[in-house]
Structure formats: structure tokens, C-alpha cells
């Protein structure tokens, strides 16, 4: 039952004020439930955009044979024979017609890996 104090304004009984706030505990609980499953979907399409990059970097471990993404820059210390062992490429220089002297190579330089097995002639 609503009543009014002339005092203390409108006045709810406690049944009221319990509905009351119900509703609004039940408006919050909707708005966190639809908050969870929009970062759900979001954190599921990172998942799957990123899936190819880990399927090829499961099947590497899983086959112990090297790996190198088909665009690599070349660290510290680095030599085209270490890279080409590293990477199983043999044809390093043949594929990258801008390194002209195979002792120049410098860290950051950019070099295309085609491993051995996808080679073609």
C-alpha cells in the first residue's frame, strides 16, 4: 500500500519496495548476462580469425621439421646459411633477387622464405 507523509513524501509499503527492487536487480542481471555474451562473441572471433595461424604452428611442433612465416626479417647475427637451415629453404638468394651480395645481410633485412618442400621450379 502507497501511502503520504506530508513530511517524508510518498511512503511504499515493504512488499512494494521488495517488487521494486526485484525489477531492478533483474534489469541489471539482463544487462551483465548481454554484456558476457558480447564479450563472448568477440573473444570467439579473435579464436577463429586466429585458428590457421595456430593450426600451422601445432602441426609444426607436432612435426618437428622447421618453420618460418613466408615473410622474414633477418635478427642479430643471422647469416643466409643459418636462416636457410633454420627455415628449410636452400633457395634463399635465387628467391630474393634484391639481395645482391649474399654477405651483405643485415638485421631487419626482409627476405621471402620458400621452404623446400613448396618449392617449385
Given at each position: 500500500?502507497?501511502?503520504?507523509?506530508?513530511?517524508?513524501?510518498?511512503?511504499?509499503?515493504?512488499?512494494?519496495?521488495a517488487d521494486a527492487a526485484s525489477w531492478y536487480c533483474a534489469i541489471i542481471l539482463v544487462a551483465l548476462i548481454l554484456l558476457i555474451l558480447t564479450i563472448f562473441r568477440e573473444?570467439?572471433?579473435?579464436?577463429?580469425?586466429?585458428?590457421?595461424?595456430?593450426?600451422?604452428?601445432?602441426?609444426?611442433?607436432?612435426?618437428?621439421?622447421?618453420?618460418c612465416d613466408e615473410i622474414y626479417?633477418?635478427?642479430?647475427?643471422?647469416?643466409?646459411?643459418?636462416i636457410s637451415d633454420k627455415c628449410g629453404d636452400p633457395f634463399i638468394v635465387e628467391n630474393n633477387p634484391h639481395i645482391h651480395d649474399p654477405d651483405d645481410v643485415f638485421p631487419g633485412l626482409v627476405i621471402k622464405i620458400t621452404p623446400n618442400s613448396h618449392h617449385h621450379n
Amino acid at each position: 500500500m502507497v501511502t503520504f507523509n506530508s513530511r517524508k513524501g510518498l511512503i511504499l509499503s515493504s512488499k512494494e519496495l521488495a517488487d521494486a527492487a526485484s525489477w531492478y536487480c533483474a534489469i541489471i542481471l539482463v544487462a551483465l548476462i548481454l554484456l558476457i555474451l558480447t564479450i563472448f562473441r568477440e573473444s570467439s572471433s579473435m579464436i577463429q580469425n586466429n585458428d590457421d595461424h595456430n593450426i600451422i604452428e601445432i602441426n609444426h611442433l607436432l612435426s618437428n621439421k622447421p618453420y618460418c612465416d613466408e615473410i622474414y626479417v633477418v635478427g642479430e647475427g643471422e647469416t643466409l646459411n643459418t636462416i636457410s637451415d633454420k627455415c628449410g629453404d636452400p633457395f634463399i638468394v635465387e628467391n630474393n633477387p634484391h639481395i645482391h651480395d649474399p654477405d651483405d645481410v643485415f638485421p631487419g633485412l626482409v627476405i621471402k622464405i620458400t621452404p623446400n618442400s613448396h618449392h617449385h621450379n
